[in-house]
């Protein structure tokens, strides 16, 4: 099982990115999922959380810039990032829990992280 995140890049203050997270392997089913991300110097947050039936939470730093989706049917999680600040400069991380086929445990994977920058 992997997750390979993407999307990431350099845009002005106030612009837009769309960050794409895809699961893929020998998969049963993906539960939770999440977006983290890590600024230099500075420990990893949690951005936002998307349950399977689309329940969702956010930092209250994020909260009406940032909304988090996903599509189960391509096991894909998605951030729309909008109004970024450069405090928003980071790399980010998704992170999602699952079931693989032929067990009843749920194993917590992470993406490899793609970075954002955001410039003033």
């Known amino acids: 099982v992997q997750l390979q995140a993407s999307g990431g890049g350099l845009v002005q203050a106030g612009g837009s990115l769309r960050l794409s997270c895809a699961a893929s392997g020998s998969i049963f089913s993906v539960n939770d999922m999440a977006w983290y991300r890590q600024a230099p110097g500075k420990q990893r947050e949690l951005v936002a959380t998307i349950t399977s039936g689309g329940n969702t939470n956010y930092a209250e730093s994020v909260k009406g810039r940032l909304t988090i989706s996903r599509d189960n049917a391509k096991n894909t999680m998605y951030l729309q990032m909008n109004s970024l600040k450069p405090e928003d400069t980071a790399v980010y991380y998704c992170?999602?829990?699952?079931?693989?086929?032929?067990?009843?445990?749920?194993?917590?994977?992470w993406g490899q992280g793609t970075q954002v920058t955001v410039s003033s």
């Open positions: 992170n999602a829990r699952i079931r693989r086929f032929q067990t009843s445990a749920q194993y917590t994977y």
